[in-house]
């Protein structure tokens, strides 16, 4: 079952395109991938508080996982990518390392309120997270269109 769920909102920069050429040797984030980043971890310290009392769940996660995200950008320009998110899930105190996530699911859709969607289970349930995201997924796209 879930351990943890959380909704961030902003436009999640792809990893690829959130870094800055400093010079050799040196690349630094983006100031967009900073901002989503450091807004992401206040949120999700929010989450955390919730998921410790309704999952009983304890952080950092140490468990191998399965992590399901529903990424909803404001452009379909936009790849499809949640690596950014992972290192803001290890960053921000969910996850003891991003390397833990053994399962992924993915799903991009467009909104004028962009934002990621985040499930997490134990890699042993990911069978049920499967079930569960694809049902989020089917209804999110039902209503947009």
């Known amino acids: 079952m879930l351990i943890f769920q959380a909704t961030v909102d902003g436009n999640l920069p792809r990893k690829s395109n959130s870094r800055i050429w400093a010079g050799p040797g040196k690349l630094i984030k983006s100031k967009?991938?900073?901002?989503?980043?450091?807004?992401?971890?206040?949120?999700?310290?929010?989450?955390?508080?919730?998921?410790?009392?309704?999952?009983?769940t304890l952080f950092p996660i140490e468990d191998d996982v399965a992590v399901s995200l529903l990424i909803?950008?404001?452009?379909?320009?936009?790849?499809?990518?949640?690596?950014?998110?992972?290192?803001?899930?290890?960053?921000?105190?969910?996850?003891?390392?991003?390397?833990?996530?053994?399962?992924?699911?993915?799903?991009?859709?467009?909104?004028?309120?962009?934002?990621?969607?985040?499930?997490?289970?134990r890699k042993h349930d990911a069978h049920w997270l499967s079930e569960y995201y694809m049902e989020t997924v089917r209804n999110t796209i039902a209503d947009i269109n």
Not at 32 to 55: D, G, P, T, V
Not at 74 to 91: A, I, Q, W
Not at 95 to 115: C, E, F, H, M
């Open 72 to 121: 909803s950008y404001r452009t379909k320009k936009s790849d499809l990518s949640g690596e950014l998110f992972f290192d803001v899930l290890e960053r921000g105190g969910v996850l003891k390392n991003d390397r833990q996530i053994k399962v992924q699911y993915l799903a991009g859709t467009t909104s004028k309120t962009p934002k990621v969607e985040c499930w997490i289970t």
């Open 32 to 56: 967009k991938a900073l901002e989503f980043e450091s807004s992401a971890k206040i949120i999700l310290q929010y989450y955390m508080k919730i998921c410790k009392r309704k999952y009983n």
